[in-house]
């Protein structure tokens, strides 16, 4: 099949792109020519700017492909232009959203038939933390509106695996290589639940051959994080409570990937993944994503919010 993959340089569109070569696909992707571009040599390079609208795709003009992956579409002008720009040159258009859609994120569990956040307004264009959901609501309505029964649409909760430039999951693989007490969020009884970015490329090469149409949460084995302390193999877990967290200013970019179990976001831990494994979706185990982004990270010189020295001067106040 001729896929062509809407960004494709960095991270989940990488490893989207290795899954359908390793498949036997031939693969286009388009994107800005900003990012280092890794990709192997027999990936075709097309050069396009979708907030330019229809303006910045005329490299895809005259071209048809088997499907298209949609893997940096984040408004809807972007959205937009090429999903109607694509129409009827596409076979099959997959669009890879996100469980931050979901209008309540404390439900255990997050199911694909949850209610979903507000859309914005298609002129919307600032990506933030508070638009980020209901701007891709309103990409995936468009999805839908132009594809119909011709689309899938994928959701999947915090992305983990090599090339996370993100510097959220790998900071917890790279503070326990470093070793002695580790400074770890709640009880150990919170849980942790992330998907391995090879799992969600396979299985968008899955939906794309057997033409499967829907709506997708992507979401890995759920495990407590006292067993993730023991994957990443920490031997000597310091575990903070919420509120001495809360009063050393330990939020969500100093301490990645911790959600309390009860707080408002406590279900994007808990997303359903079963109508995906019906589908095929296959899982990594834990530990082979904890090892092979390790392997990554070591010498990706990622900077995180909690610097060593700051994480020991409060384990030296909590006596740890």
């Known amino acids: 099949m001729n896929i062509l993959i809407l960004g494709g340089t960095q991270f989940v569109g990488r490893h989207i792109v290795e899954a359908f070569l390793a498949s036997g696909h031939t693969v286009t992707v388009l994107t800005r020519g900003k990012s280092k571009d890794e990709l192997p040599e027999q990936v075709e ?14 490299a895809l003009e005259g071209r048809e492909w088997d499907a298209c992956v ?25 669009f890879v959203s996100t469980v931050s859609v979901y ?22 264009t600032e990506v933030s933390g508070d638009s ?28 983990a ?8 999951y790998p900071y917890w693989v790279d503070r326990a290589a470093r070793g002695g007490a ?11 639940q992330v998907i391995d970015a090879r799992d969600l490329a396979r299985f968008t090469v899955k939906v794309v051959e057997g033409g499967i149409d829907g709506i997708f949460n992507m979401a890995g084995p759920r495990i407590r994080w006292a067993d993730f ?11 903070v409570d919420g509120k001495t967290l809360e009063a050393n200013d330990l939020s969500f970019k100093a301490l990645p990937v911790y959600i309390p179990e009860g707080s408002e976001q406590g279900g994007l831990m808990d997303v359903d993944n079963t109508r995906a494994l ?35 001067g409060i384990l030296a106040s909590l006596g740890g």
């Open 132 to 159: 980020y959901g209901p701007l891709k609501v309103t990409c995936e309505n468009i999805v839908h509106e132009v594809y119909g029964g011709h689309c899938t649409v994928l959701r999947p909760q915090i992305v």
């Open 70 to 94: 949609d893997v940096s579409g984040y408004t809807p002008r972007q959205v937009r232009a090429s999903a109607e720009g694509l129409q009827g040159r596409v076979g099959r258009y997959v």
């Open 45 to 58: 390079r097309l050069h396009g700017d979708r907030d330019e609208g229809a303006a910045g795709l005329s």
């Open 103 to 124: 209008a309540e994120p404390q439900r255990h569990p997050v199911r694909e038939d949850d209610p979903l956040s507000a859309p914005t307004a298609e002129d919307v």
């Open 161 to 168: 695996g090599p090339f996370d430039h993100t510097a959220r």
């Open 278 to 312: 019906a589908a095929g979706l296959t899982l990594t185990d834990p530990a082979v994503t904890a090892r092979d982004t390790r392997e990554w990270s070591k010498d990706a010189d990622l900077k995180y919010v909690l610097t060593p020295e700051r994480e020991a």
């Open 229 to 239: 302390m023991n994957v990443l193999g920490v031997c000597d877990p310091v575990w």
């Open 182 to 192: 580790v400074l770890a969020p709640g009880d150990g009884a919170d849980h942790l």
